[in-house]
């Protein structure tokens, strides 16, 4: 099993703070779900950022991690739009 960088960490903490704002994970401290797509959006919209300034010097499973999360995280803000 592959040991996280400090890029897997910083993706996955970014995607965890967006499914927070999509309701999905309870927000810390309070333990509560409560949707804020306006945080869940910002959130997505700097992965996608990091995927734009990173192209081409990603190792192929940080790209693909960050594919598919961001993948997984616009599917869900569409449904949670609905």
């Known amino acids: 099993m592959r ?3 400090l890029f897997d960490l910083l ?3 970014l995607g965890n ?4 704002g999509l309701g999905i994970v ?3 401290g309070t333990n509560t779900n409560k949707k804020d797509l306006e945080s869940a959006k ?3 919209e700097l992965l996608e950022t ?3 300034k990173t192209k081409g010097n990603l190792s192929q499973a940080e790209d693909e991690m960050l594919a598919s999360l961001l993948y997984d995280l616009r599917l ?3 449904e949670a739009k609905k």
């Open 3 to 5: 040991e996280h960088s």
């Open 11 to 13: 993706v996955l903490s």
């Open 17 to 20: 703070a967006a499914l927070v």
């Open 26 to 28: 309870p927000e810390p």
């Open 42 to 44: 910002y959130n997505i």
């Open 50 to 52: 990091l995927q734009k």
């Open 76 to 78: 869900k803000y569409v």
